[in-house]
């Protein structure tokens, strides 16, 4: 299709400078002037001219600069699949909707634009339901695009009728229902635009089919109008000098650091402001690679699986430089007994956040691309006044518990291999710019602690809601993103049968996506929970998958079922090879089948409904360290 006429070189130099652009500035990033168009893409000018609602839905995410969308066909969303064959857009067919609404956060964490499913109407829309969650709570750009019923008949009943607007309220930025075609460059803009700037996440556009099948007149850029909508960028000047002057004098600093950071691009901001500030960095699970896991300042990941150091770090911490994090309960365990004697600069560009868990001593609202320099530059000032701060005896008492208790793990003692061994040596044998993505679960956070993270955006796992099954398909997704990235599926057995039917997906689009199965036959933090406070009851946890079991499915099998290479590792003298044999094969997805142990567990651990200062490094093993207040 025609582009268009490319708008005016001031325009042009406008847009670039601003924020959240699909296919121009990445989205997240931010800026403290307002663009010359909120509508993201390059900002053709397109003249009126007469097409259908479908057909302008296509033109409109072209103008919008999308190059890739996830998708399944069905009959309210069919007008809109018939012009979609003649456009520049690669859509990529997925075998279940959940699939392509995890392919598109996938897409989306990894390159920073806005992702985009699309869908029908009834249960189409609603397997979109659970990966529209997973973005809410996880603040990733995406945009969902459901087809509706005809617009004379909804609200009947009528056949794959679903109030999807209705049912993704909670979890949505905003959900459109969309019955006049007229209307349709407009909400496209606007639901781009929500998507990428301020706190980002998931919008819904739900057209009705008689809105794709009727006339229109297209032209382009829309004139965006969201009035009620209008995040801040840069922090307020008063907050920053108060927080600067907090930093200037404490005594046991440290940077709380967030998934928002890694959202608003802001790795090399955060970067300085560390080196200026000496202070230790903690990176949460969501934050994981943003700030380098080698640097001599990281302490590692906080949380219910977190390092020591990293969790006692927070706990004894006198001051928290909190920047795009959320205070979520598996980073501080029992709110109330939560780093205590600890004051609080929390920066996060969404206002709702500050305060909701932990009260704020200097609340900044504002994107921390903004925030972080201008803090840098107000610390700057603060240090030549004041002097900068000696941390001397704070990186004594954390550097010993960084040797005391390092991350590691005990070898099983019924002979089958560590998980935690299998996973490392992944790590290790592929690199740090490769792509990594875990399901939920143990494989999970084994993920997280033994793969070292070097560069933001190679870390991609479902966080806050947790979601079985996003591993495969988010893996395909930022595979689409990244091609010449290796991307990495570290999944486990119970979740890869959740969503494993996208193997067909990626070996028909050639997307060679590498699977490492954790195969311990169960699933696997719910039965490290059954043996700590169950008494060893396993409860419908065995998934008879594993070692000495029937092997229903047998993954090497279903491999092969695919078209995929399937892979089977049970000997630890055989990890390393066959994680080579893996790297090797690039022209298809490659599936691998780890024969682990049941028995291996995740620790460190923070059991639920307890103080992080009662973390155990092993069962019913607490560290011993001298409180220094």
């Known amino acids: ?291 380098p896991d080698s640097h001599h300042l990281h302490v590692g990941m906080p949380g219910m699986h977190g390092s020591v150091s990293a969790v006692t770090a927070l706990q004894q911490s006198d001051l928290l430089i909190t920047l795009g994090a959320r205070f979520d309960d598996r980073v501080t365990g029992v709110l109330s007994s939560f780093a205590p004697h600890a004051k609080v600069i929390h920066a996060d560009i969404d206002p709702a956040e500050i305060s909701k868990n932990r009260t704020a001593d200097v609340p900044i609202v504002g994107s921390v691309k903004e925030i972080i320099p201008d803090l840098t530059a107000a610390l700057k000032v603060e240090f030549e006044a004041n002097g900068t701060p000696d941390l001397g005896d704070w990186w004594a008492f954390l550097g010993n518990l960084r040797d005391t208790y390092p991350l590691g793990w005990t070898e099983p003692e019924d002979g089958l291999m560590s998980p935690q061994r299998v996973i490392s040596r992944i790590g290790a044998l592929t690199g740090p710019e490769a792509v990594y993505v875990a399901g939920v679960g143990q494989h999970q956070m084994w993920a997280a602690q033994f793969i070292k993270y070097e560069r933001t955006r190679s870390w991609l796992n479902s966080g806050g809601a947790g979601t079985m099954g996003y591993s495969v398909p988010a893996a395909m997704g930022a595979k689409v993103g990244n091609p010449d990235r290796v991307v990495w599926a570290i999944d486990g057995d119970g979740c890869f049968q959740m969503t494993n039917q996208e193997l067909a997906t990626c070996r028909i689009n050639n997307i060679p996506i590498k699977v490492a199965i954790i195969n311990n036959s169960s699933l696997g933090m719910v039965r490290q929970w059954q043996t700590l406070f169950y008494n060893s009851r396993y409860s419908n946890t065995d998934l008879n998958t594993g070692h000495n079991s029937i092997r229903v499915p047998d993954f090497v099998k279903m491999a092969d079922a695919y078209d995929c290479v399937g892979l089977r590792c049970e000997r630890v003298e055989d990890i390393d090879a066959t994680i080579e044999a893996a790297l090797a094969i690039n022209d298809r997805p490659v599936i691998i089948d780890f024969v682990v142990s049941p028995d291996s567990m995740v620790w460190p651990m923070v059991p639920s409904g307890v103080s992080n200062d009662q973390i155990q490094v092993a069962r019913n093993m607490t560290p011993v360290w001298d409180e220094e207040d």
Not at 129 to 153: C, K, R, Y
Not at 170 to 176: E, F, L, R
Not at 279 to 287: E, F, G, H, W, Y
């Open 1 to 291: 299709m025609s582009k268009g006429t490319p708008a005016s070189p001031a325009l042009m130099a406008a847009k670039s400078s601003g924020h959240g652009a699909q296919g121009g500035t990445t989205s997240g990033a931010v800026s403290t002037s307002k663009p010359a168009s909120d509508v993201v893409g390059p900002n053709n000018v397109v003249a009126p001219v007469q097409m259908s609602g479908s057909e302008a839905l296509v033109r409109s995410l072209e103008e919008l600069g999308v190059k890739d969308i996830f998708g399944l066909p069905g009959g309210a969303i069919l007008p809109t699949y018939d012009p979609l064959m003649a456009s520049s857009l690669n859509h990529v067919l997925v075998r279940h909707e959940q699939g392509a609404g995890h392919a598109a956060q996938g897409y989306a964490m990894v390159t920073g634009e806005v992702g985009v499913c699309i869908a029908t109407s009834g249960p189409g829309a609603t397997n979109l339901v659970t990966a529209i969650m997973d973005a809410h709570m996880d603040s990733v750009p995406l945009v969902a695009i459901t087809g509706q019923v005809s617009s004379s008949v909804i609200g009947t009943d009528a056949f794959q009728e679903a109030d999807i607007v209705g049912i993704t309220m909670p979890i949505t930025k905003h959900s459109y229902l969309v019955t006049d075609p007229n209307e349709l460059p407009r909400v496209l803009a606007e639901a781009f635009h929500l998507a990428s700037t301020g706190r980002p996440g998931p919008v819904l556009v739900d057209v009705s089919k008689d809105a794709q099948v009727g006339p229109m007149t297209f032209s382009w850029p829309p004139v965006i109008d969201l009035p009620g909508y209008r995040p801040v960028f840069r922090g307020h000047s008063k907050q920053l000098r108060e927080a600067a002057r907090l930093i200037g004098a404490a005594k046991k600093p440290v940077l709380y650091v967030g998934g928002g950071v890694v959202k608003a691009n802001a790795d090399k901001e955060l970067m300085v402001l560390a080196e200026l500030t000496g202070a230790p960095v903690v990176t949460t699970l969501m934050a994981r690679g943003v700030f």
